[in-house]
């Protein structure tokens, strides 16, 4: 889509602000990854990480055997278990996040260009349901603002809709959304403002990215970011 090619700084971004986290999570002591709508993620492949790491992919049965295929010759530097389900699929996800929970001490939960194609009752049913184990201790992903949104929809709604995958979820309320389904916010971090960093914007998105950040709270203002949040059970378990 040329929306998508020409925004392609935003999914560097994306990428750059969550390997940081992974990377970060591990030193902590992370042992488990669970990784939501894996795609064609090659983290474990890339990235330097212990070979005592547990890294889990879920996403639909053909994308991961596909991957498979074409990685078929590699090896990743860590455990790694590849779980077929449709994450909408509610009555089967839960067994799944709570058998992987009594296996983790520390897990980190990823879900990148998920959250956004869920309605918002969705996206309140699933961080419930990946609150309820208390090992999923963090949860990064990224998050849209309701202005933001409009603009996607308006540049790529149409073959995403024809797909099947209309983009959907936005919250006013920003990061804060998550609060009531127990996930307290740790820390924000705005694409534009990382691409700016990074060094990939255009000259009239560099001059946009150095306008302040409103981290995801104000709904009419276009914003996409990253949120690192923490469970709120397993904080005060511990």
């Known amino acids: 889509m040329p929306f998508a090619q020409r925004h392609s700084w935003a999914y560097t971004a994306r990428t750059w602000l969550v390997d940081r986290v992974i990377e970060r999570e ?11 709508a894996a795609g064609l993620d090659s983290r474990p492949y890339r990235m330097q990480l212990p070979a005592s790491l547990r890294w889990v992919e879920v996403d639909l049965p053909d994308i991961l055997n596909y991957k498979q ?3 078929a010759a590699e090896r990743p530097a860590c455990s790694l278990e590849c779980l077929p389900l449709d994450l909408q699929d509610t009555a089967a996800r839960r067994p799944v996040f709570q058998r992987l929970g009594g296996g983790a001490k520390r897990a980190l939960v990823i879900s990148e260009g998920l959250v956004i194609y869920f309605t918002e009752a969705g996206a309140a049913e699933l961080a419930r349901d990946l609150s309820s184990p208390l090992s999923f201790g963090r949860w990064v992903t990224d998050l849209t603002s309701p202005a933001l949104l ?3 929809q308006k540049a790529t709604g149409g073959p995403l809709a024809e797909a099947d995958s209309p983009l ?3 919250p006013r309320e920003g990061p804060e959304f998550f609060a009531s389904c127990g996930w307290k916010l740790i820390e924000t971090h705005s694409l534009l ?3 700016a960093r990074l060094r ?8 946009l ?17 990253v949120c690192l949040m923490e469970n709120h ?3 005060q378990a511990a």
């Open 26 to 36: 591990v030193q902590h002591g992370t042992d488990m990854v669970v990784n939501l």
């Open 69 to 71: 295929e074409v990685l």
């Open 150 to 152: 409009k603009m996607l």
């Open 168 to 170: 959907r979820f936005a």
């Open 193 to 195: 403002q990382t691409a």
């Open 200 to 207: 990939r914007l255009s000259l009239g998105m560099r001059l």
């Open 209 to 225: 990215s150095l306008l302040p950040d409103p981290e995801g709270r104000k709904p009419d203002k276009p914003w996409g970011g």
């Open 233 to 235: 059970g397993a904080a």
